[in-house]
C-alpha cells in the first residue's frame, strides 16, 4: 500500500522556473500531485510565495533559508509563520566550518540559541547537510554525528540522504542512529560520485532510496535534484510516482 507520509518537493530542483515564473511553477506541480512544497529564501519572496501557494492549493510545512548567516534570524521565522511552516531549514554551511571538534560545538551553540528564537513562534528549526559533514571524521566520528551530541533536543534534522551516501556514510544506518530527531528527508539518486549531472528520479541510480525509506518511516520526503539532464519537472513526476508505488 502507498505510503502517508508527506511528499514534498525542494523548490531549488525548479530554480529556473521559479525566477521565471513563481505561480506558473507552483501550479505545475500541483498538477503533478504535489501538495506540499519546500520553498528556498522563502523570506525574499514571502507575499509572492503566499499567493502562489494559495492559488495552487499547496502548502510549505518547511522552508530554507540561511539563518545562521542572517543578521536578522528573527525575520526569517516571521516570514515562515507568516507562511505557515512548522519547520525552517539551513541549508548549508561550508565545509571549512565542519573541521574540528571545537568548530562543531560551537555551530550547534548557536543552533540550539536559534531553535529557541524559533520555538518563540511556533516553529522548529534545524540543518540540512551536504557531503562533507559526513565525510570529514572526526575522533573517528562523522562531523554530523559530533554535531548532533552538542544539540538541544528540540533541534531537528533534513537528512539529505544522497549527500550522506556520497559522503561515504551508511545512509540507512545514519537514520536509524538519528532517530526520531529526522524529521525530513531529502530523496534524490544518481551516482555516488558525486555527480549532480548524473541525478536521476529515486530508484534508478545508485543510492539505496528503498532502505533509507525504511530507515525513516515518519520523515517527510522531499524530492529534489541538484540537477537534471532531462525535464526536471518530468524528473519530479517520475520520482513521485516512484515513491507512491514503492514507500511503505
Known amino acids: 500500500m502507498p505510503t502517508t507520509t508527506p511528499t514534498s518537493v525542494q523548490l531549488y530542483s525548479v530554480r529556473d522556473a521559479v525566477a521565471h515564473d513563481l505561480p506558473g511553477t507552483i501550479a505545475r506541480l500541483a498538477e503533478i ?11 525574499e519572496r514571502t507575499d509572492e510565495f503566499r499567493r502562489a501557494f494559495a492559488a495552487a492549493g499547496v502548502a510549505a510545512p518547511s522552508g530554507h533559508a540561511p539563518v545562521l548567516a542572517a543578521e536578522d534570524p528573527a525575520a526569517i521565522f516571521d516570514a515562515a509563520a507568516a507562511l505557515g511552516m512548522d519547520t525552517v531549514i539551513d541549508p548549508f554551511l561550508p565545509a571549512e566550518e ?10 550547534a551553540e548557536r543552533v540550539n540559541a536559534l531553535a529557541a528564537l524559533a520555538s518563540e ?17 572526526i575522533d573517528g566520528r562523522h562531523a554530523l554525528e559530533v554535531f548532533v551530541g552538542h544539540l538541544a533536543p528540540e533541534v531537528v534534522l533534513e537528512v539529505d540522504t544522497y549527500w550522506a551516501a556520497v559522503g561515504g556514510a551508511d545512509a540507512p544506518a545514519l537514520l536509524t542512529a538519528l532517530g526520531d530527531r529526522v524529521r525530513l528527508i531529502h530523496v534524490k539518486d544518481g551516482t555516488l560520485d558525486g555527480d549532480v549531472a548524473a541525478q536521476q528520479p529515486a530508484g534508478a541510480g545508485e543510492v539505496d532510496v528503498p532502505a533509507i525509506l525504511a530507515a525513516a518511516p515518519a520523515a517527510t520526503r522531499v524530492i529534489e535534484f541538484d540537477a537534471y539532464g532531462g525535464d526536471v519537472f518530468d524528473g519530479i513526476a517520475q520520482s513521485l510516482a516512484w515513491l507512491s508505488e514503492h514507500d511503505r
Open 121 to 137: 513562534r511556533g516553529l522548529e528549526f534545524g540543518y540540512h547537510n551536504h557531503a562533507w559533514e559526513l565525510s570529514t571524521r
Open 98 to 107: 565542519w573541521q574540528t571538534a571545537d568548530q562543531v560545538a560551537r555551530l
Open 33 to 43: 500531485g504535489l501538495r506540499f512544497v519546500e520553498p528556498y529564501a522563502f523570506h
